[in-house]
């Protein structure tokens, strides 16, 4: 959770508003309820004290002095640290043609002035509820053995774990080409390239299966559809090659000199150019040269395609 709860109370509601009425009748709502309640009258005051101790919930009103609802909740939505703290603003029924405005800040609902002990509680509750199982997610997410990203039908990022952001930039690196991963951009090449011909295949009707296993040298991906029928979610591992290559069935049956077989081999093994370079006692230009005789005996342009083909012949 964004603030350490106690076993006495039920979370921590931060109310910012200017009118001491309000922060009175809600202070009392809430405390009653079992949640422990900060107040704050001005969005600086209150952004002080996000930083001393996160909420678990805020009630923004939208009007007050200095810097207004939207401008507070957007400066808590920019700071990572505080950024999924849920938000629910305060409003009279004359301003709720503003709201899409604050929704916009990342208002997560609003309230309709006069406030309802009732409708405040159950709102609270709700919220609550549902970013708590959220931050679960990510949580485990952060510390499980893959990583997750999911893309729409055009094969771009729209959501990705930042394990899976370390892992993708990291095969990028090793293919030596491509800008950094983000929202918005096409995995790795070899990634995307595969998985352009699943969506593809999946728009003429050949329907996807609900899960479709691929691996890409040491890495391992799974495929499914989303919740959201119009994503699709990739499961991202490393996996451990512990067998030895066979580097002289390897060089016979691709037709590879055993240079080549040994520099493929330690390829699969995230080494770059330099490295296999001083592995082999060669120089980094040498490497490059063995590879370029590797990609036109394979028929491939890749590094990790490459691997790949080696992997799909050992499977034969």
């Known amino acids: 959770m964004t603030a350490a709860n106690h076993s006495d109370n039920k979370g921590t509601v931060l109310i910012i508003d200017d009118t001491p009425g309000n922060l009175a009748f809600l202070s009392d709502t809430l405390s009653e309820a079992g949640y422990r309640v900060l107040v704050a009258t001005d969005g600086l005051s209150a952004l002080e004290q996000i930083d001393f101790l996160p909420p678990d919930i805020i009630l923004l009103d939208v009007v007050m002095p200095g810097i207004d609802g939207f401008e507070t909740c957007r400066k808590i939505k920019s700071n990572p640290v505080t950024s999924d703290i849920p938000i629910l603003f305060m409003t009279g029924l004359s301003e709720l043609d503003n709201l899409l405005r604050g929704f916009d800040e990342g208002g997560l609902d609003y309230i309709v002035k006069p406030i309802k002990p009732n409708e405040v509680l159950a709102r609270v ?18 510390h499980a053995p893959f990583a997750a990203l999911t893309v729409d039908s055009s094969g771009r990022i729209t959501w990705l774990t930042p394990s899976a952001e370390k892992l993708l930039n990291q095969l990028t690196e090793k293919l030596e080409s491509g800008p950094q991963i983000e929202i918005g951009a096409l995995p790795p090449k070899p990634i995307s390239e595969w998985l352009r011909e699943q969506i593809q295949a999946d728009h003429i009707g050949r329907k996807l299966p609900l899960e479709i296993d691929h691996t890409l040298g040491e890495l391992s991906i799974k495929l499914s559809r989303s919740a959201d029928s119009r994503e699709f979610l990739l499961l991202l591992q490393n996996r451990v090659v512990s067998r030895e290559w066979d580097l002289e069935s390897l060089k016979d049956s691709l037709g590879l000199t055993l240079r080549e077989a040994e520099i493929l081999m330690w390829i699969s093994r995230g080494k770059t150019n330099k490295e296999i370079g001083i592995i082999l006692g060669s120089s980094p230009r040498t490497v490059n040269k063995h590879l370029e005789h590797i990609f036109e005996k394979l028929g491939v342009v890749t590094r990790a395609a490459a691997v790949a083909m080696v992997m799909l012949k050992a499977k034969e």
């Open 125 to 142: 509750e709700v919220h609550l509820t549902q970013t708590r199982k959220i931050l679960r997610a990510k949580t485990a997410l952060k």
